[in-house]
């Protein structure tokens, strides 16, 4: 086959696999999905920074539903908000290990928080329980007000 007939089928390929995302895109049809009245989902949550240095980083709904808030763009350093189960408070630290920069996963039935990089484990508080890490998590912090869960990351 010749090199032009060849790059004419793969353009062609090419396009025929993107038309529905471009059909998609041009669609102008807005769909009439409204929210409850009253209440902010977790992309309108105003996540500003307060004068007492707080700030919103989701709701205690969302909180409840998915176990942790991850964030890492909101605040001024990464936060993993989560409710401790031993004491059902609401904790938050920051996820980044101290070992290599892993991002730490909250494990409720483990009772820790652990590194998938390396293997290191911490404590609720931010405690190293087992290496290679030897510096603890930064803790923050938090609070529920209202439907709100607030961390002070300063």
Do not use: Y
Request: proline share 5%; glycine share 6%.
């Amino acid at each position: 086959m010749e090199r032009r007939k060849f790059l004419g089928w793969v353009s062609v390929g090419v396009l025929a696999s993107n038309l529905s995302v471009v059909l998609a895109a041009c669609n102008s049809d807005t769909s009439n999905t409204e929210e409850p009245q009253g209440e902010q989902t977790s992309s309108e949550i105003d996540k500003s920074v307060r004068e007492d240095g707080f700030q919103a980083l989701g709701s205690v709904e969302q909180l409840d539903q998915e176990g942790k808030i991850l964030d890492k763009t909101s605040a001024a350093k990464p936060v993993l908000v989560f409710r401790n189960p031993d004491t059902n408070t609401i904790a938050a630290v920051n996820p980044t290990c101290t070992h290599q920069g892993c991002t730490v996963e909250f494990k409720a039935d483990a009772k820790d928080l652990a590194c998938p990089c390396h293997g290191s484990k911490f404590s609720f508080d931010g405690e190293v329980i087992e290496g290679p890490a030897s510096k603890p998590l930064d803790q923050f912090e938090a609070k529920q007000e209202d439907n709100f869960v607030l961390v002070k990351v300063s």
